[in-house]
C-alpha cells in the first residue's frame, strides 16, 4: 500500500537555525507531493507542492522542498526560522484513481522553536 | 474568493447518536474530499465528491456517508456514533477530482461521549 513516512514527530531549532523536515514516498513514478502545514487547532494550509518539473520547489513563508527520485525523499527546508513556524507539518502524497485523487499523509512533523 | 468554511467548529454527542458536518467549498470548486484527523495523527481519508456523485472512498464503515449539493458544497453524515469517531473531520475543496491543489478548511472537531 501506498504510504508517506515522515521519521522525525517532534523537533526543535532555535530561532534564526536552519531547518529541513524529512519525508520519503513510496510509490509512483511521477509522484504529486505536498506539504502543509497546521497550526494547534487549525486547518491544513498548503506550503508547497511538486507536480513535475523543476525538483527544487518554492512555497510559501520562506519554504523550499527538493524531490529526490532516487532517494524517493521530498524534504523541506528553511534557511532560517521563525517563532511562528512553530507548528504540525504533514507530508502528503496525491494517489490517484478512476477520476479522483486522495491524499496520503505522513504522521506529521512537530516542530518547536526555541528563543 | 471565498475560501474553505465548515460548520459548526465543535460539536459534543453521545455515543449511538448521528451528526451532520458541512462544508462550503471554494468558488470554482466541484469536488469535495472529507478526511478525519484523530489526535496526533495525519489526517485519513474518508471519501470524495466530485459533481455531486461519490468518486473514491477510504477505509472507512457505511455509517460515514455523504453528500454533494448542485452549489459543490457537502455534508458528511455519521451514524451511530462511537468513542472513536471523536476526531477533526477536515474538508477539502477543489477544481476537478486528482492532480488538483486540495485547500482545506479550519476543520469540525467533534467529541463523542
Known amino acids: 500500500a501506498q504510504s508517506v513516512t515522515q521519521p522525525d514527530i517532534h523537533i526543535t531549532v532555535s530561532e534564526g537555525a536552519s531547518l529541513e523536515l524529512r519525508c520519503n514516498y513510496s510509490y509512483g513514478a511521477t509522484p504529486y507531493l505536498f506539504w502543509y502545514v497546521q497550526s494547534p487547532g487549525q486547518g491544513l494550509q498548503l506550503l508547497l507542492k511538486?507536480?513535475?518539473?523543476?525538483?527544487l520547489v518554492q512555497g510559501i513563508k520562506g519554504f523550499e522542498a527538493e524531490f529526490k527520485r532516487s532517494q524517493s525523499s521530498f524534504n523541506l527546508r528553511k534557511p532560517s526560522v521563525h517563532w511562528s513556524d512553530a507548528a504540525e507539518y504533514f507530508c502528503?502524497?496525491?494517489?490517484?484513481?478512476?477520476?479522483?485523487?486522495?491524499?496520503?499523509f505522513g504522521q506529521g512533523t512537530e516542530l518547536s522553536v526555541k528563543p | 474568493e471565498t475560501g474553505v468554511t465548515q460548520s459548526p467548529t465543535h460539536l459534543i454527542k453521545t455515543r449511538g447518536q448521528q451528526v451532520t458536518l458541512r462544508c462550503s467549498s471554494q468558488?470554482?470548486?466541484?469536488?469535495v474530499s472529507w478526511y478525519q484527523q484523530a489526535l496526533g495523527q495525519g489526517p485519513q481519508f474518508i471519501f470524495q465528491?466530485?459533481?455531486?456523485?461519490?468518486?473514491g472512498r477510504g477505509n472507512f464503515p457505511p455509517r460515514f456517508s455523504g453528500l454533494q449539493f448542485p452549489n459543490y458544497s457537502s455534508e458528511l453524515n455519521v451514524n451511530a456514533l462511537e468513542l472513536d469517531d471523536s476526531a477533526l473531520y477536515l474538508c477539502?475543496?477543489?477544481?476537478?477530482?486528482?492532480?488538483?491543489?486540495?485547500?482545506f478548511g479550519p476543520g469540525t472537531r467533534l467529541l463523542v461521549l
Open positions: 468558488s470554482g470548486h466541484n469536488t
Open positions: 465528491y466530485y459533481r455531486e456523485e461519490e468518486n
Open positions: 477539502a475543496s477543489s477544481l476537478g477530482g486528482g492532480r488538483e491543489t486540495q485547500y
Open positions: 511538486y507536480f513535475s518539473g523543476d525538483t
Open positions: 502528503a502524497q496525491e494517489q490517484l484513481y478512476n477520476q479522483g485523487g486522495k491524499l496520503i
